[in-house]
């Protein structure tokens, strides 16, 4: 079974520019989730999807972020314009009808 | 809003002690789940408690769910290197609405294993 996609791996952009993530979940997971992980910290919830639906986004700065799921398979997160305090780990994990997330590598993203 | 700590933050070992790291909520976690994450990985998933003390085991790996449902740990017995890692609770709240589905992140506590 082929685990949660995520490209591109590692990003670096200058602040104020734009940026976007793509994730690919485990084929039948209807649940997706993307995460930002700051060096030192747990993941931090940015928004839930159910299907092509949002579950739970209060904790996306939607100010700046955006992320869609249109067809309930891949999705994508953006962030437009990107901050310094933005510079963290991405991450998508992606659930099925039990509660284990299962994670993708992530995107590593420094902004400079 | 509720407060979970995950103690301790690092932890040095010596190859072949044990290691514990404990998650203390001050409100009742509906459950609990476990995550290890190497350094450069993501977060995998080691296990999820549900019952009142409930205990599970995985080899050399004990998890512990408190009685009241406010505490977990986990125990690794005689470490060894491969067990370098952080190590994450992951809790969800207890009778909210909205809200009660999302998964949260303890702090994490990181383990080094001298050889």
């Known amino acids: 079974e082929a685990g949660v996609a995520q490209s591109p791996r590692y990003k670096i952009i200058e602040k104020r520019q734009s940026v976007a993530f793509w994730c690919n979940p485990i084929s039948g997971h209807a649940t997706l989730y993307w995460y930002q992980q700051i060096l030192g910290q747990g993941p931090k919830l940015l928004i839930q999807f159910q299907n092509n639906g949002v579950v739970d986004d209060s904790q996306l700065p939607k100010d700046r972020f955006s992320a869609e799921r249109l067809k309930g398979v891949d999705s994508t997160l953006k962030i437009q314009p990107a901050k310094l305090e933005d510079s963290a780990v991405y991450l998508c994990a992606s659930s099925g009808k039990r509660d284990t997330q299962y994670f993708g590598p992530g995107t590593r993203l420094t902004v400079l | 809003g509720q407060q979970v700590m995950q103690i301790p933050q690092y932890q040095h070992v010596q190859e072949g002690e044990d290691f514990t790291t404990y998650c203390n909520s001050s409100?009742?976690?509906?459950?609990i789940q476990w995550y290890k994450q190497r350094p450069g990985g993501h977060p995998v998933f080691l296990i999820q408690l549900v019952k009142s003390g409930e205990v599970k085991k995985q080899k050399r790996l004990t998890f512990q769910f408190g009685e009241a449902k406010k505490n977990s740990s986990l125990h690794i017995t005689a470490t060894q290197t491969t067990d370098v890692g952080t190590y994450f609770c992951?809790?969800?709240?207890?009778?909210?609405?909205?809200?009660?589905?999302?998964?949260?992140f303890g702090s994490g506590t990181q383990l080094t294993v001298l050889p």
């Open positions: 409100t009742t976690l509906s459950n």
């Open positions: 992951a809790f969800r709240r207890m009778g909210l609405r909205g809200s009660a589905r999302q998964l949260t």
